[in-house]
């Protein structure tokens, strides 16, 4: 059987238009494959991030020494008790200040515990809720927790919520366990 020089040029170019178009077809959906693993990743960091916030939070607000005064509070600072490097006990802060959340410890030492240490523009922000507080307790109950975590730069955000019993107050520290009846 003979074949005729022009048919295989043919072919070639039908094999040809037909791979650009499966092409085409298919670099819209690997760019939006892509966009969504970088979203993914960006959501990610700010979840690691916002959870070390909190946890760090936690802890220091569940082993704070100082009970509670009555009537609660609501604010963007945490001041609580706790033992200093000399052994004796000393006054730490927790504040929002220049959208990190930092601590200042009972020597007046400011740390940020997100973001990092210059003046930089940061990668995520630490936000407390628009019209809300950072912290909140009413009369002896659990201190609420919250705020956001934003990448500037987007759209992308996590909010957190939590609410924690300082032990000083679930154990009623100070006040009478039992009383006696004569």
Not at 163 to 171: E, S
């Amino acid at each position: 059987m003979k074949r005729r020089k022009g048919l295989f040029l043919l072919e070639a170019l039908i094999a040809l238009l037909i791979l650009a178009s499966l092409a085409a077809a298919l670099f819209p959906l690997a760019g939006q494959v892509a966009k969504a693993e970088i979203l993914s990743s960006v959501r990610g960091k700010l979840g690691n991030q916002g959870l070390f916030a909190m946890d760090f939070m936690v802890e220091k607000i569940r082993n704070n020494r100082r009970t509670m005064a009555k009537g609660g509070f609501h604010g963007n600072r945490y001041d609580y008790l706790a033992p200093t490097a000399q052994g004796t006990m000393g006054t730490y802060r927790l504040f929002e200040d220049q959208e990190k959340l930092k601590i200042q410890l009972y020597n007046d030492v400011v740390q940020p515990i997100t973001g990092d240490r210059g003046g930089s523009v940061e990668e995520y922000v630490f936000r407390h809720p628009e019209g809300g507080h950072l912290f909140e307790q009413s009369d002896r109950g659990p201190v609420t927790i919250s705020f956001t975590l934003a990448r500037p730069i987007g759209r992308e955000f996590v909010d957190f919520e939590t609410a924690v019993i300082p032990y000083a107050d679930f154990y009623g520290k100070g006040e009478l366990y039992e009383t006696r009846n004569p």
